[in-house]
């Protein structure tokens, strides 16, 4: 079985496939911080916390997950309007609906998802859709595949929770690089991905380069230091304390260095912490999803 890939700070919103032959093609959306501990949930039944939709219905698996919402009120939003298609004003004017007799109901949601994808403001965050189970895997037609800089993966996953970064660490005033003030603040002050750049300065600055006229969120631009291309969701995974890409680059050294072949030692580190669902606000609400405010709200996270 292929190693899960850890991805820390983790908001996903999942696509479950009932393989129970009484109830088989039905399918379940919802949104998590851990995948694996909420898919045995779902086969477990309402009293280990899975869902009154899935219970004793299952066994269910979680054939795909789309993550890299920058919050879990993104997530949420999304998870509604992909499971309310023809309700959410977002996706009205598409008029989506099941083709009867010719479009399974996996088929319709797999297909809700491709123009979810490319309308606003999902089109540009910085998200992943990752298969998990290859039996059930499908390429996306060509005129419905989501924007360049979207991922398209396959491979389980496990998430891993952010140790909360403290201001007292943050005393000494940095100068922006780009407009020369004072960085006076921890959660206003971005780097480059390239280990080699000496970049440091305000989101602010560096989101204002990024951008062109008409755009609120920034999807990617290269560095004014190393003119290294850059996706606005990695910069900002990293000011986050997400360090996927500081390990990534260690490991790529270490095995530059191996010239004798030996066996790399495993990674090390686990997520022992179990983040419960429980803490998470949900609601099933339109006004929720609909709100003028969201487009607003994907903005402040990712600016």
């Known amino acids: 079985m292929d190693q899960p890939e850890i991805i820390e700070d983790f908001y996903g919103v999942y696509l479950l496939y009932c393989i129970n032959p009484k109830f088989k093609g039905r399918t379940y959306i919802g949104y998590t911080r851990d995948p694996n501990r909420r898919i045995k949930q779902h086969n477990r039944g309402t009293w280990a916390g899975g869902a009154y939709r899935t219970s004793n219905k299952g066994p269910w698996k979680m054939v795909m997950i789309v993550h890299g919402f920058p919050n879990n009120i993104s997530a949420l939003r999304f998870e509604w309007a992909w499971q309310n298609p023809t309700t959410t004003i977002r996706l009205q004017h598409l008029n989506l609906k099941r083709i009867p007799r010719k479009e399974t109901e ?18 540009r965050l910085p998200l ?3 298969w998990l ?4 895997f499908e390429e996306f037609e060509p005129e419905r595949r989501p924007p360049k800089h ?15 970064q403290s201001e007292e660490q943050f005393s000494i005033q940095i100068e922006c690089f780009i407009c020369s003030q004072y960085i006076t603040e921890l959660n206003t002050k971005i780097t480059c991905l390239n280990p ?12 204002e380069l990024f951008l062109t006229p008409g755009e609120y969120v920034p999807i990617e631009g290269q560095c004014p230091f190393c003119d290294v291309k850059l996706k606005w969701g990695d910069l900002i995974r990293k000011m986050n304390g997400c360090t996927e890409h500081d390990k990534r680059k ?3 050294d270490e095995d530059s260095e191996k010239d004798d072949g030996s066996n790399a030692e495993s ?12 803490d998470i606000v949900c609601t099933q609400d339109r ?17």
Request: contains cysteine; negative net charge.
């Open 106 to 123: 996996f088929k319709f949601k797999l297909r809700v998802l491709t123009e979810m994808l490319r309308v606003g403001p999902w089109c």
């Open 128 to 130: 992943s859709i990752r």
């Open 133 to 136: 189970e290859k039996d059930f």
């Open 150 to 164: 979207m991922t398209i993966c396959n491979g389980p996953v496990k998430s891993r929770n952010l140790k909360k």
């Open 196 to 207: 080699d750049c000496e970049l440091v300065c305000h989101i602010t600055c560096l989101a």
């Open 250 to 252: 260690e490991q790529l």
């Open 267 to 278: 990674d090390k580190g686990d997520n022992d912490d179990d983040d419960d669902d429980a």
């Open 287 to 303: 006004g929720f999803v609909d709100n003028p405010s969201w487009f607003l709200d994907c903005n402040e996270d990712l600016l």
